[in-house]
T-cell receptor
Framework: AQSVTQLDSQVPVFEEAPVELRCNYS??????LFWYVQYPNQGLQLLLK??????LVESINGFEAEFNKSQTSFHLRKPSVHISDTAEYFC????????????FGSGTQLTVLP | DAGVTQSPTHLIKTRGQQVTLRCSPK?????VSWYQQALGQGPQFIFQ???????QRGNFPDRFSGHQFPNYSSELNVNALLLGDSALYLC????????????FGDGTRLSIL
C-alpha cells in the first residue's frame, strides 16, 4: 500500500516570489509520482509526472519537481509564481508499471497574493 | 476531441435514497476509474472498470457499485445514501494496456440532505 503526505495545507505567497509545495510518500514497492492541479469547480489536471530516468521533471508552465528516493519526497517548486497559479495542488503515487490506482495526498491550497 | 464528460454536474439527494452518476471516457480510452473527493480532502479511489469488469477496488462498502458498457462509458451507483457520501465524484479514463496519465472529468457534486 502507498500513502502520501502533503505537509502544508495552505501556502500563501506573493506574486513573483518562489514557492515550494512539499510532498512525502511511503511505499513498499517502487512508484510513479504525480502532481495534479485543481482549479475551483473543475476536475484534476496533470501538472507533471515522474516515471523513471532523470529525477528532475518539468512542466510547460514553469513548475518542476525532483524525485528524491532516499528522502521519499517529490517536492514541487516554481521560481516565480503568478496570480493564475492560485489553485489546489495534489501529489499522488501509483505502483510503478501501472497508473491504475492513484493514491492522493490531502492537497495544498496555493494562494498567490498581488 | 471531447475529454472525459460526467453527468449530472450537481445532484441533491436525501438519506436512504439511491443515485446513479455517469461518465463518458475520453475518445480512445477503454478504462474508467472513479474517485470520491470529500470537501478539503484528496480524491480516494473507489474502483476501476475495464472490459466491463471491475478490475480494482478501493476501501469502499458494497453500497458503491458500478458498471461499464460496451462503448466504455460507465456508471457509479450508490445505494442507501448517507450524509457522509456528500462529495465530488470524479471519473478518470485511460488505456489499460498502455501506461499514461489518467484524464479526469470535472466531476459530479453530490449533496446529501
Amino acid at each position: 500500500a502507498q500513502s502520501v503526505t502533503q505537509l502544508d495545507s495552505q501556502v500563501p505567497v506573493f506574486e513573483e516570489a518562489p514557492v515550494e509545495l512539499r510532498c512525502n510518500y511511503s511505499s513498499s514497492v517502487s512508484v510513479y509520482l504525480f502532481w495534479y492541479v485543481q482549479y475551483p469547480n473543475q476536475g484534476l489536471q496533470l501538472l507533471l509526472k515522474y516515471l523513471s530516468g532523470s529525477t528532475l521533471v518539468e512542466s510547460i508552465n514553469g513548475f518542476e519537481a525532483e524525485f528524491n528516493k532516499s528522502q521519499t519526497s517529490f517536492h514541487l517548486r516554481k521560481p516565480s509564481v503568478h496570480i493564475s497559479d492560485t489553485a489546489e495542488y495534489f501529489c499522488a503515487v501509483s505502483p510503478s508499471g501501472s497508473a491504475r490506482q492513484l493514491t492522493f495526498g490531502s492537497g495544498t491550497q496555493l494562494t498567490v497574493l498581488p | 476531441d471531447a475529454g472525459v464528460t460526467q453527468s449530472p454536474t450537481h445532484l441533491i439527494k436525501t438519506r436512504g435514497q439511491q443515485v446513479t452518476l455517469r461518465c463518458s471516457p475520453k475518445s480512445g480510452h477503454d478504462t474508467v476509474s472513479w474517485y470520491q473527493q470529500a470537501l478539503g480532502q484528496g480524491p480516494q479511489f473507489i474502483f476501476q472498470y475495464y472490459e466491463e469488469e471491475e478490475r480494482q477496488r478501493g476501501n469502499f462498502p458494497d453500497r458503491f457499485s458500478g458498471h461499464q458498457f460496451p462503448n466504455y462509458s460507465s456508471e457509479l451507483n450508490v445505494n442507501a445514501l448517507l450524509l457522509g457520501d456528500s462529495a465530488l465524484y470524479l471519473c478518470a479514463s485511460g488505456n489499460w494496456g498502455v501506461f499514461g496519465p489518467q484524464h479526469f472529468g470535472d466531476g459530479t457534486r453530490l449533496s446529501i440532505l
